[in-house]
């Protein structure tokens, strides 16, 4: 993800919020990404209970 935000900044791209989707890495505008709703994250925390 590193790699695709260097190339973003090279080609002057700039306020976007690099991540992954559908096994894709890809970027948008920091405006969308905020505007997207949160993922409830209960099944990661109760994973991570289990595997402590």
Do not use: T, W
Request: net charge neutral; hydrophobic share 40%; with cysteine.
């Amino acid at each position: 993800m590193g790699s695709k935000a260097v190339e973003l900044l090279i080609n002057g791209i700039g306020g976007h919020c690099v991540a992954i989707k559908n096994e894709e890495i890809i970027s948008m505008p920091i405006e969308e990404c905020i505007a997207m709703p949160r993922r409830n994250r209960k099944d990661f925390y109760k994973m991570f209970e289990q595997l402590v």
